[in-house]
């Protein structure tokens, strides 16, 4: 593999990651009662604000963790 197609490669899957965790996190938090985009800082929109982070971050560690595991394969 080039190291044009390794890079493509690293960022797509780290966005997809990312990106899906993100919205994991958005849906559970909303399926748990919090509102992102509600007005001001209260303890709802706090808490999914949290959940789209660690959402996000959950999904950007298991994009890694396929890739080193697809590189052992190789």
């Given at each position: ?7 493509l ?65 190789e």
């Open positions: 593999m080039s190291e044009t197609q390794r890079l490669k690293e960022g797509l899957s780290d966005a997809v990651g990312f990106v899906g965790g993100a919205l994991a996190g958005f849906w559970l938090a909303r399926w748990l009662g919090f509102d992102l985009f509600a007005e001001g800082y209260g303890t709802g929109s706090i808490g999914a604000i949290i959940a789209v982070g660690l959402g996000g971050g959950a999904g950007l560690q298991a994009a890694r963790a396929w890739r080193r595991a697809s590189a052992r394969k």
